[in-house]
C-alpha cells in the first residue's frame, strides 16, 4: 500500500488536462508536448503521479488527441495512462466531465495540469492529507500579479491564509474589490469522486466566457456543507504554468538552476551552475567536476573524481572513476549504453556512440569515433580514427587515420584486433578480420585478410617517383 492510501485510506486517482491547443505556443505540436528538461510537459506530470502511487491516472486530451496519446503510451514505467477525449473544449469543468466515467467512487481525485510539469509529490501528498477523504482541498499561493488567475476568496472578514474559503472567482467574473485578492487558485484540487461526481453534474456555463468552469464545484461545497480548505504554497515553480515560449524557457532555466544547486548540494562542483543542462537523470559519485555548458541525457552516472570538459553532450552513460572527458566530446549510448571505464581518456572532439565499452586507461582521442566496440585496458587511438563494430585487445595502438571497414553494402561484420597489435597510420581494416595479437599492421595498408600473431602485415603499392615530372597546366582563357 503507498503512503496515500496508508494515511488517507482511500485511494488517489489522477486527472490530468491536457487539452488546449497552446495557441500562444504558435506551434503544430500541442502545448503538453513541448519539452522541459529533456521531456514533455505532460510526461513530467505523469512522473509525479507515478511517485505518490496513484491508482489511475486519466489525462484529457482534445487538441492533437491522436498525438499526445501516442506520445504518452508507456511515458512511465509501470503507468499507462488511460485518455479522456474532450472535444469540443468547454472549459475546465466540462474538461473534468469527460474523465468522470473513469473515475471509482472509492478515491479522491487529484486534478492536476498537463502544462504544469515541476508539482511535487509532497506537496500533493499534503494536499490530499488536507482533503482526508471529505474535504475540497485546493492548492494556491499567493503572487505580486494576480491578472488572469481565479481569485481565492474566503469569507468576509477572514480574506488570510486562515479564513474558510467561499468560492473561486474566474479573473473575467470578478469584481474590482475581487480583483485586488492575491491569493490565487493554482489549478491543482484534490476531492473525494462521489462528491466531485455530484458537483459535475450541477455545473453550468452562465458565465463571461460561456463555459463550465471547474471552479464552480467551490461554491457547490459550500451549500452543500463541505468544508474547502486552501494548502497554500510559497513555491511559484511547482505551479508555473507555460504558454508561450518565453515561459517555456524560463521555466526551463529555473528548473535547471535547481537541478544544479542540487548537485552542488551533494557535493558535485559545477563550474557555473546556470550553464548546466541535465534532461534525464545525473547520479554522481565523490568529487565529480563538470565544466561550463554540458549537457547531460537519459541516463547517466559518473564515478568518483571523474571531470567533465567544457561543451560536452553526454547521454545514456557510464563514466567510472578517474575517467577524464574532456572538451567537445559527444556521448550517446542510446539504446546500448556507453561505458568508459576507471581512469580512461576521452577527447577532445571525440565521438562514442551507442554499445562503445572502454576499459580502464583507455584512451580516445581527438576526432576518433567509436561504436559499438570494445577497447581492452591501455588500448589507445588518439587521432582522426573510426573503429566500429569491433574488438580491441589490451595495449593496442591505433594509428591515426585508420578505420574498419565493418560495413559490406548490406551487412556489418566485426573486426579483432589482439593484445598488444600496432596499427599504423591511415590504414584499412576490411571486416571480418582478425589481427593476432603482437602483430604490426604498416601505415597505409589496406588489410583484407586475418593475420598471424606476431607479424608485421603491409598491403600497399610500391612507391615510385618520376624525375622531371610536370604538372598539368590551365589552358589559357580565351
Known amino acids: 500500500m503507498n503512503q496515500i492510501q496508508k494515511d488517507n485510506q482511500e485511494p488517489v486517482d489522477v486527472v490530468i488536462m491536457a487539452a488546449g491547443k497552446g495557441t500562444r505556443m504558435k506551434s503544430s505540436l500541442p502545448k503538453v508536448l513541448h519539452r522541459l528538461g529533456g521531456r514533455a510537459l505532460v510526461a513530467h506530470v505523469i512522473d509525479t503521479a ?52 473513469l473515475l471509482p467512487d472509492d478515491g479522491t481525485v487529484l486534478v492536476l495540469s498537463g502544462d504544469v510539469p515541476l508539482i511535487s509529490g509532497d506537496t500533493l501528498r499534503a494536499l490530499v492529507a488536507e482533503s482526508a477523504g471529505r474535504r475540497l482541498a485546493l492548492l494556491t499561493i499567493e503572487v505580486d500579479d494576480p491578472k488572469g488567475y481565479g481569485r481565492i476568496v474566503r469569507v468576509q472578514g477572514q480574506q488570510d491564509a486562515e479564513g474558510e474559503v467561499q468560492s473561486i472567482v474566474e479573473e473575467k467574473d470578478a469584481t474590482e474589490a475581487q480583483r485586488a485578492i ?19 453534474a450541477r455545473l453550468d456555463n452562465k458565465n463571461a466566457q460561456g463555459e463550465y468552469y471547474l471552479t464552480d464545484i467551490v461554491g457547490f461545497a459550500v451549500v452543500d456543507g463541505v468544508p474547502v480548505v486552501a494548502h497554500r504554497t510559497d513555491d511559484a515553480l511547482q505551479v508555473a504554468g507555460v504558454n508561450s515560449p518565453a515561459q517555456l524557457a524560463a521555466l526551463e532555466r529555473a528548473h535547471q538552476l535547481r537541478q544544479a544547486h542540487a548537485l552542488m548540494a551533494q557535493g558535485v562542483r559545477l563550474a557555473d551552475p546556470a550553464r548546466f543542462d541535465l534532461r534525464g537523470t545525473l547520479v554522481c559519485e565523490s568529487d565529480v567536476e563538470i565544466d561550463v555548458n554540458c549537457v547531460f541525457e537519459g541516463a547517466v552516472s559518473l564515478g568518483a573524481d571523474v571531470r567533465i570538459g567544457a561543451n560536452c553532450v553526454i547521454a545514456n552513460a557510464r563514466i567510472e572513476t578517474g575517467a577524464v572527458i574532456h572538451p567537445f566530446t559527444h556521448i550517446d549510448g542510446e539504446q546500448a549504453g556507453v561505458t568508459v571505464g576507471a581512469g580512461a581518456l576521452v577527447g577532445p572532439f571525440a565521438r562514442l556512440r551507442p554499445g562503445a565499452r572502454l576499459g580502464a586507461e583507455v584512451h580516445i582521442g581527438n576526432f576518433v569515433e567509436v561504436k559499438n566496440s570494445t577497447l581492452a585496458a591501455g588500448a589507445k587511438a588518439n587521432h582522426l580514427a573510426y573503429l566500429g563494430d569491433a574488438t580491441v585487445g589490451q595495449r593496442v595502438n591505433y594509428g591515426a587515420g585508420s578505420i574498419t571497414a565493418n560495413y559490406d553494402g548490406a551487412n556489418k561484420h566485426r573486426t579483432i584486433i589482439g593484445d598488444d597489435v600496432h596499427v599504423g597510420s591511415n590504414c584499412v581494416l576490411v571486416a571480418p578480420i582478425t589481427i593476432g595479437a603482437g602483430g604490426t599492421i604498416g601505415g597505409g595498408s589496406t588489410i583484407t585478410k586475418s593475420t598471424e600473431p606476431g607479424a608485421l602485415t603491409i598491403s600497399r603499392a610500391k612507391q615510385a617517383s618520376y624525375a622531371d615530372w610536370q604538372r598539368p597546366q590551365k589552358a589559357p582563357k580565351s
Open 50 to 101: 507515478a511517485d505518490i502511487g496513484a491508482r489511475h491516472v486519466v489525462v484529457v486530451t482534445g487538441h492533437g488527441a491522436t498525438d499526445v496519446e501516442a506520445a504518452l503510451e508507456g511515458a512511465v514505467a509501470g503507468m499507462t495512462p488511460q485518455f479522456a477525449r474532450q472535444v469540443p473544449q468547454l472549459g475546465t469543468g466540462h474538461a473534468v466531465q469527460q474523465a468522470a466515467p
Open 182 to 200: 492575491r491569493e490565487i487558485y493554482s489549478g491543482v484540487m484534490a476531492v473525494p469522486a462521489r462528491l466531485l461526481k455530484t458537483w459535475l
